[in-house]
T-cell receptor
């Protein structure tokens, strides 16, 4: 079965621009969560969506937002990009069962110049 | 707030050696994940465990809930095991309940 697909894989943006990243979960998975990974901070939780509703949000500024569509695909948007937003952005999908497991995508590497 | 500490941060070993990576956490969790990340970024979930021990091929993960400690072991290590191994404690409440360790960078030399 197809895994979690993230597009694009690589992105270079200029400071001040905005960016939209996409995540298609495994078929049947209704939960999608987003993470930021940087060399300094490691992996940090951004937000989680379930059935088109944001369930939880991490400690990130309002410039970071997301949404989920009825087919469970999710997008995250970062507005007014800063140099510090350069990171690997990962999404993961889950069935949200008691045997709580995640499947991660390959990530989108964002570079802000 | 749950803190997750991993040790060692970096580990270089020879092919065939037995590898142990440790993970400790500060507050109670309901499950712990071990993840593997290869150069290029993709993350693979190796184990999710809430008690005892799990084995998959040459990988073994153990957890001691009372001692708030988990270990990942690799037997007969191979250069293809070279990767970053990350543990993450799950304390419930959705994906924001995942707190990640900083990772252990493992290099297996032939």
């Amino acid at each position: 079965k197809a895994g979690v697909t993230q597009t694009p894989r690589y992105l270079i943006k200029t400071r001040g621009q905005q960016v939209t990243l996409s995540c298609s979960p495994i078929s049947g998975h209704r939960s999608v969560s987003w993470y930021q990974q940087t060399p300094g901070q490691g992996l940090q939780f951004l937000f989680e969506y379930f059935s088109e509703t944001q369930r939880n949000k991490g400690n990130f500024p309002g410039r970071f937002s997301g949404r989920q569509f009825s087919n469970s695909r999710s997008e995250m948007n970062v507005s007014t990009l800063e140099l510090g937003d350069s990171a690997l952005y990962l999404c993961a999908s889950s069935l949200l069962t008691t045997d709580y497991g995640y499947t991660f995508g390959s990530g989108t590497r964002l570079t802000v110049v | 707030k749950n803190e997750v500490e991993q040790s060692p941060q970096n580990l270089t070993a020879q092919e065939g050696e037995f590898i142990t990576i440790n993970c400790s956490y500060s507050v109670g969790i309901s499950a712990l994940h071990w993840l593997q990340q290869h150069p290029g970024g993709g993350i693979v979930s190796l184990f999710m465990l809430s008690s005892g021990k799990k084995k998959h091929g040459r990988l073994i993960a153990t957890i001691n809930i009372q001692e708030k400690h988990s270990s990942l072991h690799i037997t007969a290590s191979h250069p293809r095991d070279s990767a970053v191994y990350i543990c993450a404690g799950y304390s419930g409440g959705g994906a924001d309940g995942l707190t990640f360790g900083k990772g252990t960078h493992l290099i297996i030399q032939p």
